[in-house]
């Protein structure tokens, strides 16, 4: 029996997609529910499951390819039919100019890898149907070329000078519209930074005394993300004004607290949201960005997940940085990012201390905030986290 692969339906304002990595080939047995096609969108990853056991029969659209929602992009034969495999050796006697024209063919994943280890794509010898190069034949090539070592040659009269290439790998989906989103946040919007510091040992003592306690409780360790989270909220009861957003002429107050954070991802930077997080815990919030983190690296995020937020929080601290200054995540009115915690010398009481510091890095929309909001949000956090109790007891 065969069946039309198609497209899934598109969420709310996504026109198109993008064909993003097929994870089958032709006359490959497959079984029920397993994933056929990674589809990508402007917002978020959809998979294609197998509707039975059986075999996809003929390919209707190619890796990079952009289709419409319900397009049909294969034919899947349902059944286990014993012989009717395509054997490799029968897939390249079918198409010999394939291998060919491998180079033209390659999905976007294995340009991407190809162009990251400079690799010369005529040099590395395809598996896939049709003599195409997969991401393991590129990744195979690599290892080998690491593990033989270059034949030392005579020395030459006059050595020849470096060959210099360069590599094209074209732009991903969600690439494209956080390129998008970026550029017109930073076009649109009358956007300045204000910065403060924090000292992390109070909440650091904390989880050091009861980070055993906790994750015996809970199941889950306690970070700091969750102290952050917990002081953004409590400051934007304090200062409306940053939890809000313009739409139009008209500036819309939300009396709800949305939290974006902010995850790198193997696909570029997404800010999937916690919602309510007034009424979370500690460690609700821990286990949400947990999840939603795990979401991203696997590419399960839903626009559900990805839908909405008044405020972003972003932690480039985890990846080292000292100082930045973040651009906000529109409608949104403000962000605030979080850094390394370093030891650094610190006058308290007329004495020099050495205590674990943090930069704190406010970016928000002038035309909302005034100075005087931005400041005091920014000095409301700093007092939270240096002191946590206020979190408990609301002052």
Do not use: C
Not at 37 to 44: F, L, N
Not at 135 to 154: C, G
Not at 202 to 222: A, C, N, S, T, V
């Amino acid at each position: 029996m065969s069946i039309e692969i198609k497209v899934p339906v598109l969420p709310e304002s996504v026109a198109d997609a993008t064909i993003a990595t097929w994870h089958v080939q032709a006359g490959e047995q497959v079984s029920r529910d397993q994933n056929l096609v990674d589809i990508e969108t402007d917002k978020v990853v959809l998979e294609v499951v197998a509707p039975e056991d059986g075999q996809i029969a003929e390919f209707l659209a190619e890796e990079g390819d952009t289709v419409l929602a319900e397009a049909v992009i294969a034919k899947f034969v349902a059944g286990a039919v014993a012989g009717q495999e395509v054997t490799k050796a029968e897939a390249e006697a079918a198409t010999p100019e394939a291998t060919e024209d491998s180079n033209d063919a390659l999905s976007p994943s294995v340009r991407r890898l190809i162009a990251e280890h400079n690799v010369d794509a005529s040099k590395v010898k395809g598996t896939g149907v049709g003599g195409r190069i997969s991401k393991e034949d590129v990744e195979a090539f690599v290892k080998n070329a690491k593990a033989t070592p270059a034949p030392v040659s005579a020395p030459a009269a006059v050595a020849p000078l470096a060959e210099r290439s360069e590599k094209r790998v074209p732009m991903t989906r969600l690439r494209k519209t956080i390129a998008n989103r970026l550029l017109e946040a930073k076009n649109s919007t009358a956007m300045l930074t204000t910065f403060n510091e924090v000292n992390m040992k109070p909440i650091m003592d904390i989880r050091k005394q009861y980070q055993e306690i906790f994750e015996k409780r809970h199941g889950i360790r306690l970070g700091f993300m969750s102290f952050y989270v917990k002081a953004v909220t409590e400051a934007l009861k304090r200062y409306p004004e940053v939890n809000a957003s313009i739409d139009g002429d008209d500036l819309v107050y939300h009396n709800y607290f949305d939290v974006s954070i902010a995850v790198s991802t193997p696909r570029g930077l997404v800010t999937p949201v916690l919602r309510d997080t007034d009424t979370m815990s500690l460690a609700d919030i821990e286990r949400n960005v947990r999840e939603l983190a795990i979401k991203g690296r696997d590419g399960k995020l839903t626009v559900a997940d990805m839908t909405g937020g008044n405020f972003t929080v972003t932690n480039g601290g985890v990846f080292g940085s000292l100082m930045s200054t973040p651009i906000l995540n529109l409608p949104q009115s403000a962000i605030l990012g979080m850094h390394a915690i370093k030891d650094r010398p610190m006058a308290v009481n007329g004495q020099v201390e050495i205590l674990p510091m943090m930069y704190l890095a406010l970016s928000y929309d002038h035309r909302i905030v005034d100075g005087r909001e931005s400041v005091g949000f920014l000095v409301a956090i700093k007092d939270f986290l240096e002191d946590p109790t206020r979190l408990l007891l609301d002052l």
